[in-house]
């Protein structure tokens, strides 16, 4: 069973930046893609990034290719979000989401762990 806990969320004006961090534990990390994804409130739960276990392939939501990037660190069991140009529209809880494969993926049916979410607020 892994365990993820989200970090690194809050509230920040528009154009600013923010990174999220999202460690895990109770697994072997390097074992897993990782996954984030958001949901505002009325809203479906949205894919925005992946990673596979390497780092070497990564794939973003249309809506923020180009101002966020993913990344992870095996070393340390964690992936992050650098999310840059934030945007209101970009306001919502925000979910880090591991599976039990070496490949990403972009359903979020397609992920076996989550964590509890942080919350991202911006504000125009």
């Known amino acids: 069973q892994v365990k993820l806990v989200e970090s690194g969320g809050g509230l920040v004006q528009a154009g600013g930046s923010l990174r999220l961090s999202c460690a895990g534990s109770?697994?072997?990390?390097?074992?897993?893609?990782m996954g984030w994804f958001r949901q505002a409130p009325g809203k479906e739960r949205e894919f925005v990034a992946a990673?596979?276990?390497?780092?070497?392939?990564?794939d973003y939501g249309d809506s923020v290719k180009g101002r966020f990037t993913i990344s992870r660190e095996n070393a340390k069991n964690t992936v992050y979000l650098q999310m840059n140009s934030l945007k209101p529209e970009d306001t919502a809880v925000y979910y880090c989401?591991?599976?039990?494969?070496?490949?990403?993926?972009?359903?979020?049916?397609?992920?076996?762990?989550w964590g509890q979410g942080t919350q991202v607020t911006v504000t125009s």
């Open positions: 989401a591991a599976r039990r494969s070496l490949n990403l993926v972009v359903p979020r049916s397609g992920y076996d762990y």
């Open positions: 990673i596979s276990w390497s780092g070497q392939r990564t």
């Open positions: 109770g697994g072997t990390f390097r074992n897993h893609a």
